[in-house]
């Protein structure tokens, strides 16, 4: 069974400064993706960032990179130019390749980042 | 388009009752899938349904849970006897069928938030 760990439970960063998320995952599989999702207090699960694990290029969206180490099984997120709607929960997820494990993601524990103005 | 449709938002419910929870997917999706968040945890994947078919249940209790996805209306996720480890956020996302470079996220709804008195 995949696992995903965030070992930060909580990050603070100051506003315009730049914060990275760390995440680590464990699978013996090939194929798969891996995603970043921002929980505002609102509850709300958004997409920030998805990583194909067969492309070696890291994503960027805007603000948001990661930096994916396949080797090290490491996917961490770095958020630019931080802003105070960038306070969040953020989640790290695995979701498996293989044709029968249709779109089932397993979640890290999450990290509560701050940000300070 | 509508996003996916939770409801209700809040839920309390006296230890005993029984807890009814609906989600309509996004148009067009045929594929439901339900998630438990813990307070300061990260979520859980509990079931995987298809139309009329549960394709993937292990991350449900054996007892007192159970799930459905009728071939019309939302799909239900039900708890009997509530207990206060019940309590949670539940959250339920769809996709449209999956495939093996499928590429496109799971759509959340903002959850139902069980409160069991």
Redesign the interface.
Request: proline share 6%.
């Given at each position: 069974a995949q696992t995903?760990t965030?070992s930060q439970p909580e990050m603070s960063v100051q506003e315009a400064e730049t914060v990275t998320l760390s995440c680590t995952y464990d699978t013996s599989e090939s194929d798969y993706?891996l995603?970043w999702y921002k929980q505002p207090p609102?509850?709300?699960?958004i997409?920030v960032i998805?990583q194909?694990a067969y492309k070696q290029q890291n994503a960027t969206e805007n603000r948001f990179s990661v930096n994916f180490q396949k080797a090290a099984k490491s996917f961490s997120l770095k958020i630019s130019d931080s802003q105070l709607g960038d306070a969040a929960m953020y989640?790290c997820a695995y979701r498996s390749?293989e044709?029968n494990?249709?779109?089932?993601?397993?979640?890290?524990?999450?990290t509560r980042l701050m940000v300070k103005p | 388009n509508a996003g996916v449709m939770q409801n209700p938002r809040h839920l309390v419910r006296r230890r005993g009752q029984e807890a009814r929870l609906r989600c309509s997917p996004m148009k067009g999706h045929s594929?439901v899938?339900w998630?438990r968040q813990l307070p300061?945890?990260?979520?859980?994947?509990m079931v995987?349904l298809q139309k009329e078919n549960i394709?993937?249940e292990s991350g449900m209790p054996k007892e007192r849970f159970s799930a459905e996805f009728p071939k019309e209306g939302p799909s239900i996720l039900r708890i009997q006897q509530v207990v206060r480890g019940d309590s949670a956020?539940y959250?339920c996302?769809s996709?449209p069928l999956?495939?093996?470079r499928?590429?496109s996220?799971?759509h959340?709804g903002?959850?139902t938030?069980l409160t069991v008195t």
């Amino acid at each position: 069974a995949q696992t995903v760990t965030q070992s930060q439970p909580e990050m603070s960063v100051q506003e315009a400064e730049t914060v990275t998320l760390s995440c680590t995952y464990d699978t013996s599989e090939s194929d798969y993706y891996l995603f970043w999702y921002k929980q505002p207090p609102s509850r709300q699960m958004i997409l920030v960032i998805r990583q194909e694990a067969y492309k070696q290029q890291n994503a960027t969206e805007n603000r948001f990179s990661v930096n994916f180490q396949k080797a090290a099984k490491s996917f961490s997120l770095k958020i630019s130019d931080s802003q105070l709607g960038d306070a969040a929960m953020y989640f790290c997820a695995y979701r498996s390749g293989e044709n029968n494990a249709g779109n089932m993601l397993t979640f890290g524990g999450g990290t509560r980042l701050m940000v300070k103005p | 388009n509508a996003g996916v449709m939770q409801n209700p938002r809040h839920l309390v419910r006296r230890r005993g009752q029984e807890a009814r929870l609906r989600c309509s997917p996004m148009k067009g999706h045929s594929h439901v899938y339900w998630y438990r968040q813990l307070p300061e945890e990260g979520l859980k994947f509990m079931v995987y349904l298809q139309k009329e078919n549960i394709i993937d249940e292990s991350g449900m209790p054996k007892e007192r849970f159970s799930a459905e996805f009728p071939k019309e209306g939302p799909s239900i996720l039900r708890i009997q006897q509530v207990v206060r480890g019940d309590s949670a956020a539940y959250f339920c996302a769809s996709s449209p069928l999956p495939g093996r470079r499928y590429n496109s996220p799971l759509h959340f709804g903002n959850g139902t938030r069980l409160t069991v008195t």
